[in-house]
């Protein structure tokens, strides 16, 4: 059995949400799937 604080317990959903966008943020890097920060600004700010 784990005893945690009301307050862990709670922010728990959220941390786990940001775990599974670093997972897939960093697949898509594996697979090739990202751009230079550079290309990143100058296509912002052809918007």
Known sequence: ????DIRTYEEQPE???LLKLINM???EMA???????????TDMEMD
């Open 1 to 4: 059995m784990v005893v945690m």
């Open 15 to 17: 941390t786990m949400a």
């Open 25 to 27: 943020g960093k697949k």
């Open 31 to 41: 697979e090739g799937k990202c751009q230079s920060v550079e290309n990143f600004f």
